[in-house]
């Protein structure tokens, strides 16, 4: 089965620096999606990574080691609309499994004024 | 573009009701797929659809039926409700199957309980 770790929950003050790690173990790999989720809502796309490295988007950044099965989303300057929950999800490559997304279990992250 | 959209926001069924929760987005997708979300275990695939007439199974399919006869809409059956499937369930779409550029967009959900 495909395995997909993140922290349950993380705290932080407003302001501050935060990174929520993920690590993962799958059956192939087409790359890794981070989301966001405020409570009672959707889920929506904050970033991609396929190559190793960082990807900058503004305040967020997400980092990927495909050697090490390891990625983080790093945000900057938080605010209180930054408390949601932060979903890691792998791609799959492969046959019958091209293209599906597997989720991790989420990060619910708490902002503190 | 009203992006994706799901009815109803939320459905109390008793065991053993069937229903028939609705999906449709107005993208021109190709890829669509039904996803579950429990306390605890993160978005679960339920069924999917790489086109319209082409559905297959994903993590979780027991108890849901799905069908693809257009493009826009991608409705999930319930057969026989059971109280595990009290959950929220989520729609979501892409322009293709994962990589760059086939982000997932969601529609709101449906809170389903099931007594």
């Known amino acids: 089965g495909q395995n997909i770790d993140q922290p349950t929950e993380m705290t932080a003050t407003e302001g501050a620096i935060v990174q929520i790690n993920c690590t993962y173990q799958?059956?192939?790999?087409?790359?890794l999606f981070w989301y966001q989720q405020h409570a009672g809502e959707a889920p929506t796309f904050l970033s991609y990574?396929?190559?190793?490295g960082l990807e900058e988007k503004g305040r967020f950044s997400s980092f990927l080691s495909r050697s090490k099965g390891y990625s983080y989303l790093l945000l900057k300057e938080l605010q209180m609309k930054d408390s949601a929950s932060y979903l890691c999800a792998v791609s799959l490559d492969r046959g019958s499994t091209l293209g599906r997304l597997y989720f991790g279990r989420g990060t619910q992250l708490t902002v503190w004024p | 573009n009203a992006g994706v959209t799901q009815t109803p926001k939320f459905q109390v069924l008793k065991t053993g009701q069937s229903m028939t929760l609705q999906c449709a987005q107005d993208m021109n997708h190709e890829y669509m797929s039904w996803y579950r979300q429990d306390p605890g275990m993160g978005l679960r695939l339920i069924h999917y659809s790489v086109g319209a007439g082409i559905t297959d199974q994903g993590e979780v399919p027991n108890g849901y039926n799905v069908s693809r006869s257009t493009t826009e809409d991608f409705p999930l059956r319930l057969l026989s409700a059971a109280p595990s499937q009290t959950s929220v369930y989520f729609c979501a779409s892409s322009y293709g199957l994962g990589g760059a550029g086939n982000e997932q967009f969601f529609g709101p959900g449906t809170r389903l309980t099931v007594l």
């Open positions: 799958t059956s192939g790999f087409n790359g």
């Open positions: 990574n396929v190559l190793d």
